[in-house]
Structures are given as structure tokens and as C-alpha cells.
């Protein structure tokens, strides 16, 4: 037996040993755990899930040891994510500084920084918020007014940040502040970490269609942070704040692999809500082809991150396409779930589970919600200039 399939039976062992069986259940959104100080857990088990995970250093499994990490090379994380996935075990703990922070972090940190950080991210002990966006700075991210003024060993910052997702349940923030007024907008930007309880900072959170509200406003009043803190160079904030963006993207073109696996397929879908021929084919040519394109479309793009994926391990794979990624995934998704919508008829706007299943109106709720996904991140007009410039080298304008 080769030692990766001495891992491979390893991992199975060890997941079967110790994933409860309830957290090898489909996951409501509302069951993800985020970790930091005010952690909350569904129920215990997920709690034990979590503790068993970070024991075995593998809520960040291919991050050092030294940084909390479980040290595995890449096919080796790529066979722990498919024992995973084969078993139907849910994600330990997600989170900013998984998904973001912590990459960034191994690129661009200090050894100090890495070593103070990455650690409490992988146990689980520190969760984070991105402070990018800005009233006024989006799209246009390099806009962004938030003043850092110098003050010898440290800045003090005064502004705002708009869209903070969860900046009410984080206990620290990511944070893009501007250090300079003068020559290219891109090259005043600092990319500042600080705790969310340092007097001077204070959010609101903005209420959604959901009727749910992780976004919020964070607002900067004379917050003082150490130069310590500042992640690259003073001033090239940009290059920091641009690599973070294309792990952020990466992530939510993962979006579906990211997510608890659905109980239904958008085959079910149809199957059990649309008028169907004798012999099982779906009655609507319309419904009938849209649903055709889509599952041709989904699997063109799940062998296309197989193949970026496989890319990533030969060290080949093009940052640039992690914009395409971005782009087609997630428009994807919302077509799909509107396509659900559809096939649900009146069942698929279900707002309250009285009257509806629990299932429709989770689905209800996925499509209002998922059409933040082509926003978040960089919208997707905002992708397609990126591919056309930096992909393609088309002209601007
Ligand atoms: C679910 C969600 C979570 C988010 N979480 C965070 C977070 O945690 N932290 C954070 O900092 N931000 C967060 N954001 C903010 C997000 O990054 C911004 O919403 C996004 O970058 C777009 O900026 P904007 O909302 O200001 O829209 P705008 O930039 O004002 O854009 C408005 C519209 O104009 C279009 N547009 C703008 N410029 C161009 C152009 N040059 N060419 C073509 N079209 C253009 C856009 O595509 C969009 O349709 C989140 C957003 C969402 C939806």
C-alpha cells in the first residue's frame, strides 16, 4: 500500500472513530460554527466535532504546525477533504480567517504576526471580519477614504466601513486604511489588523430582504493601532488587500462544495414539483431544456475547478482564472436557484414553515440570499472588466 493510501484508510478510520453521527447530517445555514470569544455551538456535538478537529490540527490542515496547522502536503489535504465529503462530515468551524486572513497572512505576515495569529484562527479561539467597502468605495475599492494618521509607533484611524459581514460577532478585523493622499490612489493604502473591542470602534448591524442581518456598519473614531500590526509595507496595503481578494474569490466560486450538501437534486426538484409524461420526462420543453443547460453548465465548471485544483498541486495554476471562477460560479448558482424557484411555482416562495416544508423554505430563503453571491467579493461586472483587462489584455475603454 503507497502512503498516501496508507493516509487515505488512516483519515477514513479516524473520521468514522470520531465525527459524531449527527454532525454527518445535512447542515442547516443557521448550524455553521464561526468559533471566536462568544463561540456558539447548534448542540454539543458540534462543539465535540470541533474540539476533536482542532486536537488533531486539522481545521487547517495544510497550514505548519507551528501556526496551528496540520502539516499535510497538498494530495494529503485533498484526501482528507474527500474522506470528508465521502462520509458527508460536516465543516469543523469556517470563517474569514480561514478562507482569507490566514492564506494572506502566510504570504504576506511577519513570522510575529504568523506565529500571534494563525495559531488562535485554527483553534478556533479568534474570529474575523473583512473591512474593505466603504460608502463611496466598492467596485472602486481604491477609493477608500478610512484615514490612518501617522503617529510615530502607531496610527489612529477615523472613518467608516460599510457591508461589514458578521462585524458584530467578530472579535477582530482585516482592515484596508489609507496612509497616503498623494500620486496613485493604489499606493497609500495600508492593510491594518486590529481587535473589534479597541475603544474608538463601533458597529450597527443593516437589516437584509431575509429579514436577517449579518452586514454591518462599522464606524472608526480616533482607534489607535500599533504600526506592529500593519500586514506588508506601510503604503502597499494594495498588493495585500489584492491576493486576500483572490482567495475570497476562490472560496466563493467553492461556493456549492462550501455549502452543507442539499437533501434535494434540482433533478428531484423537478421531479417532484413539475408535471411530468408517462414516461418521466419533464412535460415543459422550456423548464425541460433550461434544466439540460444548467446540469451541462454545472459540470463543465466542476471539471474545470478539478482541473484548476489539480493545477494548484503542480504549482501551474493562473491566479487570473480564480476571477473567472468567481464570475461563472456564482451566477451559476443564483440561475440554478431561480430556475428551483420556478420549478416550484407558488411552493417556491414559501416564507414560514406552517404552511410550507422546512426544505421549501429553506429554499425560499437560499434564493433571496444567494443573490448577494454576485456581489460579494467583487460583483460580477466588476469580474468580467477584471478578465478583460487582466485576462484577455483588452483595452479599457
Ligand atoms: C453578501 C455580501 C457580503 C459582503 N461582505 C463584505 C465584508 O465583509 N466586508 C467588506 O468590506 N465588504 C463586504 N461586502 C461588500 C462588497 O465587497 C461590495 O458590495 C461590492 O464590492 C460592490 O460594491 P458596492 O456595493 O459599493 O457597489 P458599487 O460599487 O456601487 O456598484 C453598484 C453597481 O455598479 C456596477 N459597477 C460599479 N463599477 C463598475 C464598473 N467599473 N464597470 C461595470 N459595472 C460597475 C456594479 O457591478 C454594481 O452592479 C459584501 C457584499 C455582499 C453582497
Redesign the pocket.
Known sequence: MSTLDQFRKETHDWLVANCPASMRTPQKRSEGVYGGRRASFPNDDAKLWMDRMVEKRWTAPDWASEYGGGGLSAEETKILAQEMEALGCRKPIVGHGFWMLGPALLEYGTEEQKLEHLPKIARGEIRW?????EPGA???LASLRCKAEDKGDHFVLNGQ?S???DGDKADWIFCLVRTNDEGKKQEGISFVLFDMETPGVSVRPVPLITGESH?CDTFLDNVVVPKSQVVGEINKGWSVAKALLVHERTMMSQIERNMPKPKFSTIDYAKNYLPLNDDGTIKDALMRNRLANHLMRDQSIKLSQQRAFEEGMAGTFDMRVSTIFKYISTEEKTAKDSMVADMMGMTGAGWDTDRFTFDEYTKTYEWMSNK?LT????????QL?LVSKRGLGLPEK
Do not use: L, P, R
Request: charge should be negative; charged fraction near 15%; aromatic fraction near 14%.
Open positions: 471580519c473583512q473591512g474593505y467597502s466598492g467596485s472602486d466601513k457591508w461589514t459581514s452586514f448577494a456581489i460579494a467579493g467583487g460583483s460580477s461586472e466588476v472588466n
